[in-house]
């Protein structure tokens, strides 16, 4: 079974600043996807980033960009810029792709920025 | 529909009762999903659907909770004889399910469900 953990609770930053946001996983598989979604005060689990394991480039999103490190099983979340509009609880996933049974989600990490 | 659709929104039920949480998803996904997200907590697998292929429901915490997805599309979770510690939300999300899909999910905006 896969697991993903993500170390940080919670996260204060000013606006403008840059973060990082911290995630490892664990499995045995070669294959696999990884995700960042972002969870605002709606409730709706927005993707942030994709990241596909096969590829060795670091996934690139405007503001957001991955630091994936497979060797380590690591993947962290940079958001450069940071905006007001950035709060929000951010979970790392985990998957398999294809039909296989759904995405592992880390507990998350809620990220405040602060005017 | 263009998104994942959930309803009811929010639920407040009392303790024993029954309540049935409803999904639908994105037109042409093959694969739909529940998850439960407990206050402050990260998403908990609750039970999978792909096709016409039996669920996956070994995410299911108890008998008391059962799931139905209907001609392939819609999906509805039942908790019977709700309890207090099924006060959560339930996250309903699909996917393309193809074999060379990355398996991103599609999320709803969940049904808040509060037991008394």
């Known amino acids: 079974a896969q697991t993903v953990t993500q170390s940080q609770p919670e996260m204060s930053v000013q606006e403008a600043e840059t973060v990082t946001l911290s995630c490892t996983y664990d499995t045995s598989e070669s294959n696999y996807y990884l995700f960042w979604y972002k969870q605002p005060p709606s409730r709706q689990m927005i993707l942030v980033i994709r990241q596909e394991a096969y590829k060795q480039q670091n996934a690139t999103e405007n503001r957001f960009s991955v630091n994936f490190q497979k060797a380590a099983k690591s993947f962290s979340l940079k958001i450069s810029d940071s905006q007001l509009g950035d709060t929000a609880m951010y979970f790392c996933a985990f998957g398999l792709g294809g039909g296989a049974d759904g995405l592992t989600f880390g507990k998350g990490t809620h990220l405040i920025i602060q005017p | 529909g263009a998104g994942v659709s959930q309803s009811p929104s929010n639920k407040v039920t009392e303790k024993g009762k029954d309540v049935e949480l409803r999904c639908d998803p994105i037109s042409g996904h093959t694969a739909l999903y529940w998850y439960r997200q407990s206050l402050g907590q990260g998403l908990e697998f609750l039970i999978y659907f792909q096709g016409n292929s039996a669920p996956d429901k070994s995410g299911l915490p108890s008998d008391r909770f059962s799931a139905e997805r209907t001609g392939g599309s819609v999906s509805t979770l039942t908790i019977q004889r709700t309890q207090q510690e099924d006060s959560a939300v339930y996250l309903c999300?699909?996917?393309?399910?193809?074999?060379?899909?990355?398996?991103?999910?599609?999320f709803g905006e969940g049904s808040r469900l509060t037991v008394l």
């Open positions: 999300a699909s996917s393309a399910g193809a074999t060379r899909d990355t398996g991103e999910l599609f």
